[in-house]
Nanobody, 123 residues
Framework: QVQLVESGGGLVQAGGSLRLSCAAS????????MGWFRQAPGKEREFVAA????????SYSDSVKGRFTISRDNAKNTVYLQMNSLKPEDTAVYFC????????????????WGQGTQVTVSS
């Protein structure tokens, strides 16, 4: 069973940057495609970014494309989300997710989730 633990959230001013980390355990990390999702108050959870098992492919939502970068370090069993040019509308709880499957940056179908980390962007 995969365990995921996010860290790196916090309070930042608009235009600032944060880097989220997600440490995975319980399964060979390079077998897992990884994703980041977020959920704002009163809204459904939405896809943010994904990266394939070998890091050769990535996918982003239109709302973060060009501002956020997903990456992974398979030697450290960790996936990252570098968030630049943050906006108040990026405020949400950010979740790390994992799934097996083909080497592909899936935008859904994840079956392992972290507990989430709060990101708050002030205007």
């Amino acid at each position: 069973q995969v365990q995921l633990v996010e860290s790196g959230g916090g309070l930042v001013q608009a235009g600032g940057s944060l880097r989220l980390s997600c440490a995975a355990s319980g399964r060979t990390f390079s077998d897992l495609n990884m994703g980041w999702f977020r959920q704002a108050p009163g809204k459904e959870r939405e896809f943010v970014a994904a990266i394939s098992r070998t890091a050769g492919m990535t996918s982003y939502s239109d709302s973060v494309k060009g501002r956020f970068t997903i990456s992974r370090d398979n030697a450290k069993n960790t996936v990252y989300l570098q968030m630049n040019s943050l906006k108040p509308e990026d405020t949400a709880v950010y979740f790390c997710a994992a799934r097996a499957g083909y080497n592909y940056p899936y935008t859904g179908g994840y079956n392992a989730w972290g507990q989430g980390t709060q990101v708050t962007v002030s205007s």
